[in-house]
């Protein structure tokens, strides 16, 4: 038995780690020359470079149409404006995701009902969504959350039946695939983040896709106020208002970051499958012991976890004697890697969600304009128990150090017992309201 190095023993991670193992995105004098390019004509503000972005994108996912944003956050509220959210309606997320997923609906005098998610997929759970249903229920938010697909399947029939829009944000997973299909154009529309911290990094920047006509029209009369006009917009019913933004935003991209998202783009696929090929290898090292289990889906139906982006394992404290994940994290810290408990904090525990009167009306704005007090479905149970930690992001199959890091969790899993005492707490309330750009090396 080896002895654990938060014990004194000698750390499993020794000798240096090439940078290359870790480091993200990958800049090429390609990329420069892009972002260059557009500095030195002074076309920062321009549309030229942006609109082949979006006409490449659109091609690469397979969707009709593209629209490009200042950031993630504004494209999933554009997404919510184009499915038709207003006043009191409802928009069904789960709560185990990052704010810019849901609070925005508050901007459109709309609400938040959370679904509880899937254990194995953390995704949100179709089974639950039928509870989260009312009157006033317009659209399902899901996450393809730690670049799991969910599963769309039977969220599309659960939609179908109800009648209720489907919005994917998949930040998370861009260039995934669900039984073959692209994750963000199987729902009504996608929408994402193309933010520095992401799979896909272009600096700061979010896309919407869809094939959806009056949904794209929406989604471009909402913050595009240049493009609020007869060359880009058809829907009868919005002509009146060309040259306004609908939602008195702006949402135009700083096109340095739409130049490096074109030359990303050419080498994303094969950058990702290096990553999966990591990740993968990572896993099927630590299959079978006990108390850590991978969060991956299985490739042999066509799906896949793109670049896996901030991977986590599913943690089972039962099989270690009731070892806390917070004591399991630190002694694979001491064996030299950086990992945290938690994920992304429910959001339905902030205060946000629970009590805040942020537009002064004297009532909390989550039930504002609501006709019911939708905090009362907050019960998740999945969300509230379970239990996740961090793992390496490898971006490429570097076979022997991957190895040496599967070794510092094999470490800790099978020697728990020299941990137990200090570290038998059953739950740990650990996590975060967003993700820090932690550096594994
Ligand atoms: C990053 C992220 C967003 C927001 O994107 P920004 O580009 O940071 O505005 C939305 N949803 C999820 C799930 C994210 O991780």
Not at 66 to 95: H, R, V
Not at 185 to 213: H, P
Not at 280 to 294: C, Q, S
């Amino acid at each position: 038995m080896s002895i654990l190095a938060i014990n004194g023993g000698k750390p499993a991670i020794h000798g240096t780690i090439p940078a290359e193992l870790f480091s993200w995105p990958v800049v090429t004098p390609e990329d420069e020359a892009a972002v260059l390019d557009v500095l030195r004509r002074g076309a920062m503000s321009g549309l030229d470079v942006t609109e082949k972005f979006e006409r490449e994108f659109a091609d690469w996912l397979g969707s009709k149409y593209a629209i490009g944003y200042c950031n993630g956050t504004l494209s999933l509220q554009a997404a919510m404006f184009a499915c038709g959210l207003g006043k009191g309606d409802e928009l069904i997320c789960p709560s185990k995701t990052y704010w810019a997923s849901c609070i925005q609906a508050f901007n459109m005098n709309a609400t938040v009902v959370f679904a509880d998610i899937e254990r194995d997929s953390l995704c949100i759970d179709p089974a639950d969504i039928e509870r989260c249903i009312g009157p006033k229920t317009k659209a399902i938010m899901v996450v393809h959350y730690l670049a799991h697909p969910a599963d769309m399947d039977a969220i599309m029939a659960v939609a179908k039946k109800h009648n209720l829009k489907v919005i994917e944000d998949v930040s998370h997973a861009q260039g995934g695939l669900y039984r073959g299909r692209k994750l963000g154009t199987i729902g009504d529309i996608g929408a994402m983040s193309l933010m520095s911290g992401k799979s896909f990094a272009t600096g700061e920047m979010g896309m919407l896709v869809t094939d959806n006509r009056e949904m794209y029209d929406r989604a471009m009369a909402y913050s595009h106020y240049e493009r609020n006009n007869a060359s880009y917009i058809e829907t009868e019913y919005l002509k009146p208002y060309f040259g306004l933004p609908l939602g008195g935003m702006k949402g135009r991209v700083n096109q340095t970051c739409s130049a490096m998202g074109r030359v990303q783009l050419k080498y994303y696929d094969e950058r990702c499958r290096l990553i999966r090929e990591g990740m993968n290898y990572f896993w099927d090292l630590l299959e079978g012991l006990p108390g850590i289990r991978a969060h991956r889906v299985s490739e042999a139906e066509g799906s896949n976890m793109a670049g896996w982006y901030a991977p986590h394992g599913l943690y089972n404290s039962d099989e270690l004697e009731g070892l806390s994940v917070s004591r399991f994290c630190e002694a694979v810290r001491a064996e030299g890697v950086s990992v945290s408990p938690g994920g992304n904090n429910p959001l339905h525990t902030h205060n946000v969600f629970k009590t805040a009167d942020i537009y002064n009306a004297g009532t909390p704005t989550r039930i504002m304009n609501a006709d019911r007090d939708v905090r009362e479905l907050d019960a998740l149970p999945v969300t509230e128990e379970l239990e996740i930690y961090s793992i390496p992001w490898f971006k490429r199959p570097m076979h022997s150090y991957i190895e040496m890091y599967a070794a510092a969790f094999r470490k800790v899993a099978e020697n728990y017992r020299e941990l137990l005492g200090e570290g038998k707490r059953k739950k740990s309330s650990d996590g975060r309201w967003f993700f820090y750009n932690d550096k594994e090396d």
